[in-house]
């Protein structure tokens, strides 16, 4: 599976970007997909998952701004995110992995990544 993240860029506070995570290589329909974020010196952060039922999970500091959905026929996760703040400035990476629920918002549980898509929110 490649995953291939689009969609960041510089967004002032309040501001809304969608970033979209396309996958290839095989059909992502029964695997969790999610979205981790990461600053420099940090670890990777949980920030919203979906599962192939469609049911969702978000970090706290994400619930109410982000919305995350996916599009089984195009084979593509999408993280609306809203109300941006500067401490949501980071790069955003989607992964993929067949992940009980428990792990999901453990990193090391994903099997695939993409490249990542820097989202940049100023004051």
């Known amino acids: 599976v490649q995953l291939q993240a689009s969609g960041g860029g510089l967004v002032q506070a309040g501001g809304s970007l969608r970033l979209s995570c396309a996958a290839s290589?095989?059909?992502?329909?029964?695997?969790?997909m999610g979205w981790f974020r990461q600053v420099p010196g940090k670890e990777r952060e949980f920030v919203a998952a979906?599962?192939?039922?469609?049911?969702?999970y978000y970090a706290d500091s994400v619930k109410g701004r982000f919305t995350i959905s996916r599009d089984n026929v195009k084979n593509t996760v999408y993280l609306q995110m809203s109300n941006l703040k500067p401490e949501d400035t980071a790069v955003y990476f989607c992964?993929?992995?067949?992940?009980?629920?428990?792990?999901?918002?453990?990193?090391?549980?994903?099997?695939?990544w993409g490249q990542g898509t820097q989202v940049t929110v100023s004051s």
């Open positions: 992964g993929a992995g067949n992940i009980v629920q428990s792990a999901t918002s453990f990193p090391t549980s994903y099997n695939y």
């Open positions: 290589g095989r059909a992502v329909t029964g695997y969790t």
């Open positions: 979906i599962r192939w039922t469609s049911t969702t």
